[in-house]
């Protein structure tokens, strides 16, 4: 089945501490987005990539970096820059073509807890 | 800029009630629009979608027409389920160029509980 994973479920955070969240898609989409989700405020883009070896900052993209060296991965990293980590973080891919490219498919999501 | 405003929650309905969550938007260009659900503990699933002026998107029994005349995206569904209970999210996608895949800009997101 093809589908978009992200792993942990669950991840814990110490001060000062780099952490990565994993995001892996068998979709064969060319883009992928991460999003923060915190209550009451829908979802926030942070960062985006339209092609392997290529991504750009959304609108939230302070504290955080992305690596985008393989088409099916899109890993975040949530720096010691970060001062409010906590927050439910979700992945989501689209396609290129004029149709898929309308829709995102997102993960099942990564909440991340400050210690 | 592009912005989505959807109505305040929380929602509950008793089983088997009319439900309508509102959505009003404001973009550049010619929006494409989406309603997604989130279920406890899960990410975004798309509901139903309408790429232009006057679509009707439609699944699952709910329903959303694109009124361009008051840049609104409505969902409503005629009788509501405890299934139905989730976190409902408007969102747009301004086409940029072909072949781009521009960004969502998501609402704020309505949580409906319905009680048996």
């Known amino acids: 089945d093809g589908g978009i994973t992200q792993s942990p479920k669950y991840l814990f955070r110490k001060e000062g501490q780099n952490v990565t969240l994993s995001c892996e898609q068998n979709?064969?989409?060319?883009?992928m987005y991460w999003y923060r989700q915190d209550p009451g405020q829908g979802l926030r883009l942070i960062y985006y990539?339209?092609?392997?070896?290529?991504?750009q900052k959304g609108d939230i993209a302070e504290g955080y970096s992305v690596s985008r060296e393989k088409k099916e991965s899109f890993p975040l990293t949530v720096t010691s820059a970060q001062k409010n980590p906590t927050a439910f973080y979700l992945c989501?891919?689209?396609?290129?073509?004029?149709?898929?490219?309308?829709?995102?498919?997102f993960g099942p999501g990564t909440r991340l807890l400050v210690l | 800029g592009n912005s989505v405003t959807q109505m305040e929650g929380p929602v509950t309905l008793s089983e088997e009630a009319f439900l309508t969550i509102n959505c009003t938007y404001t973009?550049?260009?010619?929006?494409?629009l989406f309603w997604y659900v989130q279920y406890p503990g899960e990410g975004l699933q798309l509901l139903l979608k309408?790429?232009?002026?006057?679509d009707k998107g439609s699944n699952k029994g709910f329903e959303a027409t694109y009124r361009k005349e008051t840049t609104s995206f409505h969902l409503e569904k005629g009788s509501v389920q405890v299934s139905d209970s989730a976190v409902y999210f408007c969102?747009?996608?301004?086409?940029?160029?072909?072949?781009?895949?521009?960004?969502?800009?998501f609402g704020k997101g309505i949580t409906l509980s319905v009680r048996p």
């Open positions: 979709l064969n989409h060319d883009a």
């Open positions: 969102a747009l996608r301004v086409k940029v160029y072909a072949g781009a895949n521009s960004k969502l800009t």
């Open positions: 973009a550049t260009g010619y929006p494409s």
């Open positions: 989501a891919s689209a396609g290129t073509s004029f149709s898929s490219r309308e829709t995102q498919y």
């Open positions: 990539s339209q092609i392997v070896n290529d991504f």
């Open positions: 309408a790429t232009k002026a006057d």
